[in-house]
Every structure is written in structure tokens, then in C-alpha cells.
């Protein structure tokens, strides 16, 4: 199949994935961008899933990609004078601050260490050590929906605990 007749079949459906996501009704760019990636990456297609399929998913991801970069570029650009004063404000601590925060830490880590042993080491892993799900299953030598199932319950937990923070 040549590139003209990718186009042709699918031109209506990758704009459609392209308004969805990003809530524009044309991008071009956007288009062509998805056309060449299909372009060079023709090579790479596995005949697992729909050849359409596979140009749906480059479509929304680069969809994703440009809004992921255009919310970057107006966060960048849009810095008021409030904002700033605010961010300024805000990092001026005070002794009163630093006991607050000291005294809720200490809250916070006693909670942690009374928990029973394997909810505390998915708190550990999950949330204090950024693990993905995966990884901490793999650590834990345990099924995937147990870790999750103990995150949950660990949560739920420690939500009881710390409520007078809330």
C-alpha cells in the first residue's frame, strides 16, 4: 500500500482523533506529523492488530505529545504578577510553618510505621519510592491485584489515621 492510499483511507478518522484530543477543528501539522510517522515506521508494524488501528494509536499519541507540549509552552508564557507575588508569599517560612510541618511529618511516619508489615512496604515502594504497580509486585513476589489491593487498603488505613490532618 502506498502512502497516498493510507491517507485516502484513513484521513478521516485520524482528524477525528485529532479534534477529539486536542479540541481543534483542523491541525494539519498534526496530520502530516502522524502521515510521516506511519511513513517511517512502516517497517516496525506487527500484524497483531489492524493496520487502521495502528495509525489510530499514532494519531492519538501524537495528539497527546502536542497537547503535553502546548500546555508546557502557555504554563511558560503565562506568569502574571500575582502568580508571583503568590509563589513569593508562599516561600517565606516561618518558625511556626516549620513546626506544623515537622509535627505532621512525625504524624504521618508513625502512622506509616504502624501499619501491619505488607501494607507498609507497598505504602514504601508505591508511594515513597515512586515504583510502578509492576515493579512493586516483582519486589513484593506477589500477584499484581494483591499489591493494589493492599495499596487500597493501606490508603484506606492510613486515611483513618491521619484524619485530624485532613
Known amino acids: ?3 497516498n492510499e493510507i491517507i485516502k483511507n484513513n484521513k478521516h478518522n485520524v482528524k477525528n482523533i485529532i479534534k477529539l484530543i486536542t479540541r481543534e477543528e483542523v491541525n ?14 512502516a517497517e516496525k508494524y506487527k500484524e497483531q492488530g489492524s493496520f487502521s488501528g495502528w495509525i ?6 501524537v495528539s ?10 502557555k ?3 503565562t506568569t502574571s504578577d500575582d502568580n508571583v507575588l503568590m509563589l513569593v508569599k508562599d ?12 509535627e505532621r511529618q512525625k504524624q504521618i511516619t508513625k502512622a506509616i510505621e504502624e501499619l501491619k508489615p505488607k501494607f507498609k512496604d507497598v505504602i514504601l515502594l508505591c508511594e515513597i519510592e515512586g515504583l510502578s504497580y509492576e515493579e512493586c509486585s516483582i519486589k513484593l513476589k506477589c500477584p499484581l491485584g494483591t499489591v ?5 487498603n493501606a490508603k484506606k488505613e492510613l486515611s483513618e489515621k491521619l ?3 485532613m
Open 1 to 3: 500500500m502506498n502512502l
Open 28 to 41: 494539519e501539522d498534526l496530520e502530516q506529523e502522524v502521515y510521516i510517522k506511519v511513513w517511517k515506521n
Open 56 to 61: 489510530k494509536t499514532i494519531a492519538k499519541n
Open 64 to 73: 497527546k505529545d502536542y497537547l503535553k507540549s502546548s500546555y508546557r509552552k
Open 75 to 77: 504554563q511558560d508564557l
Open 91 to 102: 516561600n517565606k517560612s516561618t518558625p511556626e510553618k516549620k513546626l506544623l510541618q515537622t
Open 148 to 152: 493494589k489491593s493492599r495499596l487500597y
Open 163 to 165: 484524619e485530624n490532618l
